[in-house]
Nanobody, 122 residues
């Protein structure tokens, strides 16, 4: 099983990026999917989640209204569209998968991606 995140890069404040996380080796449609991030010197924090059943979503307050999580089960891919980026969004972004039907960040995660770096300049 492998989760591979990509799409990070350097962007100016106010700009947009779309992250992707592609999975292999699992029944993608049965997994709820999450994005977390970890900024330098800080703990990892929850960003967004999308449940496997019904596709309900959940967002951290700091990104609500700016970020959108979505999934394409046919492509085994989860996306994170990030708009109106701020310097404080700078972090390594990780995707994670759980079999639990939940968008609660306290879920038990079975698999993690390797992370992709997002840098937002002011």
């Amino acid at each position: 099983v492998q989760l591979q995140a990509f799409g990070g890069g350097l962007v100016q404040a106010g700009g947009s990026l779309r992250l992707s996380c592609t999975a292999s080796g699992l029944t993608f449609s049965r997994y709820s999917l999450f994005w977390f991030r970890q900024a330098p010197g800080k703990e990892r924090e929850f960003v967004a989640a999308i449940r496997w059943y019904g596709a309900s979503t959940n967002y951290a307050g700091s990104v609500k209204g700016r970020f959108t999580i979505s999934r394409d089960n046919a492509k085994n891919t989860v996306y994170l569209q990030m708009n109106s980026l701020k310097p404080e969004d700078t972090a390594v972004y990780y995707c994670a998968a759980t079999l639990q039907s939940t968008t609660n960040w306290r879920a038990r995660f079975y698999y993690w991606g390797q992370g992709t770096l997002v840098t937002v300049s002011s």
